[in-house]
C-alpha cells in the first residue's frame, strides 16, 4: 500500500489555520470540494491520496476518516469529510458566494438538484462499486461501463427537467447544484455518455467551465505530474 505524499504524524505539528485537502485528482467528490473553495477564494494545500493505491485505506488515513473516502479537508482543527456536508461547512464559514439559497423554498430545490447526482447518480457509479463489479462478481468492462453509462442517463433525465432554460442552476452565479454537475458531466464524457438529450445540462457544464475556479479545480489542472 502506498504512503500519502505528506507523513501523516507531520500533519500534528502544523498550524491549526492551514487548510489541507487530502484529495484525489479524478474523484468527483474531491473536484466538487475543489470547485467550491476556487469560487470562494479559500487557499488550500492539496495532499494526493490515490485511490488506486490505497491511500485512503492507510491505517493513519482511515483513524482520521473512518470510511476511508477522499475528500477529507482538514480546517480549523477539524477533520471533515463528505462532499456535501465539506462544501456545507464552508458555506457557513464563508459565506460569499453562497453555495445554497437562505430562501427555504429556493435551499429545498437547490438540495433536490444536488442530490440527483451526490445520493442518487454517483453512489452506484463510484470507483469501490465499479471494482466490486469487475473483481468480485467477474463482469467485463463492457458490461461495467453500460452499468454507469445507464445510471447517469437516469439521474440526467430527471435533473434536465428540473434545470432552467437560462443560466445556471444558481441564477448569474453557481450554486451547490452547479459545482456537483459539472464534475459528473466531465466523468460521463469519460464514459462515453451521449449527451444529445441534455442540452441544458451541457449549456450550463459548458458555462460554469468557463469560469477560472473551475478550470482550476479541473482533473487535468491538479493532476500530480
Request: hydrophobic share 45%; with cysteine.
Amino acid at each position: 500500500m502506498a504512503t500519502l505524499a505528506f507523513p501523516m504524524a507531520s500533519l500534528h505539528n502544523r498550524r491549526m489555520t492551514d487548510i489541507i485537502l487530502y484529495d484525489y485528482w479524478r474523484s468527483s467528490a474531491s473536484y466538487r470540494v475543489r470547485i467550491a473553495l476556487n469560487l470562494k477564494g479559500v487557499a488550500y494545500q492539496a495532499v494526493n491520496t490515490s485511490l488506486l493505491e490505497g491511500d485512503q485505506k492507510a491505517p493513519a488515513y482511515v483513524a482520521r476518516n473512518p470510511q476511508g473516502f477522499v475528500p477529507m479537508l482538514s480546517i480549523d482543527g477539524h477533520d471533515l469529510n463528505q462532499s456535501l456536508a465539506i462544501i456545507d461547512y464552508l458555506d457557513a464559514k464563508y459565506d460569499d458566494p453562497p453555495m445554497v439559497s437562505s430562501d427555504p423554498a429556493e435551499r429545498a430545490e437547490t438540495l433536490a438538484q444536488a442530490l440527483v447526482i451526490a445520493a442518487d447518480i454517483h453512489p452506484v457509479n463510484n470507483l469501490r462499486i465499479l471494482k466490486y463489479l469487475k473483481n468480485e462478481l467477474g463482469q467485463d468492462q463492457q458490461v461495467i461501463d453500460t452499468w454507469y453509462r445507464h445510471w447517469v442517463a437516469e439521474g440526467f433525465v430527471a435533473l434536465e427537467a428540473m434545470a432552467p432554460d437560462t443560466g445556471l442552476f444558481g441564477g448569474e452565479q453557481p450554486n451547490l447544484a452547479d459545482v456537483c454537475l459539472v464534475p459528473q458531466i466531465y466523468n460521463a464524457r469519460r464514459f462515453d455518455l451521449d449527451l444529445g438529450a441534455f442540452p441544458r445540462l451541457v449549456r450550463i457544464d459548458a458555462a460554469c467551465n468557463e469560469m477560472e475556479a473551475f478550470q482550476k479545480a479541473a482533473p487535468e489542472a491538479v493532476k500530480p505530474a
